[in-house]
């Protein structure tokens, strides 16, 4: 996907041509939400294969290996997509890995608090018809929509418990301190000694939900944040890195380029390309 955010329905046509010739497992570089308001949807996802009847909503982190296949029910599917860059909302990307791990499909009920899903995403297509859409609206939206699903996520799912539980509680704590240190240039020990546990433990648990080690995850949280404010930012490069705890802007060209790519420069100006 070249676009930061895309918004767009599947219905009754769509859906009928994608179950006649359903594709097989993949992996896509962007994050997917479909918000599913009339139809089914066979989402093969964390090594299940679940088929769930409308209203529903599913999400799909970048990267995880997946397959969905809207289907008719009672001749009808209408259901919204939503797929945005990681760095289109990076303050909660993290946070979305954890929530999501093992609970990418949720079924609704069909009332007050799903219709008010349905009307964000109207509200938030026709801020994308604009001949300029304003993208500031459009992820304060975005993330309005997870609050409102998280909050209905919380009343369904039932808390987990034992091991998976206990460590799906030192994630979150872990991200949480994460987003408030990812700009300095800490290690690993630092974060494994605010949780009181040591670093092999806690690259355990991170490896065992998100498939990254500790490093990775701090080098990503830093990288989505650069592509940010290479976005959506005045700053130069070196300033940027600096921000981000990079003491030297070669340095910082390196990390970037290795895990992207890209120079941060060539980001810069694929971006500014695909915004004007």
């Known amino acids: 996907m070249n676009q930061l955010f895309q918004i767009f ?60 296949i809207p289907k008719l029910k009672n001749g009808k599917c209408d ?19 954890a929530n999501y791990h093992n609970h990418a499909m949720l079924k609704l009920a069909d009332d007050y608090c799903f219709k008010r899903l349905t009307t964000i995403c109207e509200i938030i297509q026709g801020e994308m018809q604009q001949e300029n859409p304003d993208l500031s609206v459009v992820r304060h939206l975005l993330t309005a929509l997870f609050i409102m699903i998280e909050s209905e996520r919380n009343k369904i799912i039932p808390q987990e418990v034992g091991l998976t539980h206990s460590q799906n509680t030192t994630l979150q704590s872990f991200l949480q301190i994460l987003e408030e240190n990812y700009h300095r240039p800490l290690g690993v020990e630092f974060y494994a ?44 490069i070196s300033e940027i890195g600096f921000d981000l705890g990079y003491n030297e802007k070669a340095y910082f060209t390196n990390v970037f380029k290795k895990r992207t790519g890209q120079t941060p420069s060539e980001f810069r100006d694929e971006m500014k390309k695909l915004l004007s």
Request: net charge negative; aromatic share 8%.
């Open 193 to 236: 000694e605010k949780l009181f546990m040591s670093a092999r433990n806690l690259n355990l648990i991170c490896k065992n939900i998100l498939q990254q080690t500790v490093s990775e995850i701090i080098e990503t949280r830093k990288l989505i944040e650069a592509k940010n404010q290479l976005t959506y930012s005045d700053k130069n």
């Open 9 to 68: 329905k599947v219905g009754s046509v769509e859906a009928a041509k994608i179950s006649a010739s359903p594709n097989d497992p993949h992996q896509h570089d962007y994050e997917e939400l479909v918000i599913g308001m009339e139809g089914q949807l066979e989402h093969f996802i964390d090594f299940q294969n679940t088929v769930l009847d409308a209203p529903l909503v599913s999400f799909v982190t970048k990267g995880k290996v997946h397959r969905a």
């Open 79 to 97: 259901m919204w997509v939503l797929r945005f860059k990681s760095e289109f909302i990076p303050e909660i990307t993290f946070q979305l890995y």
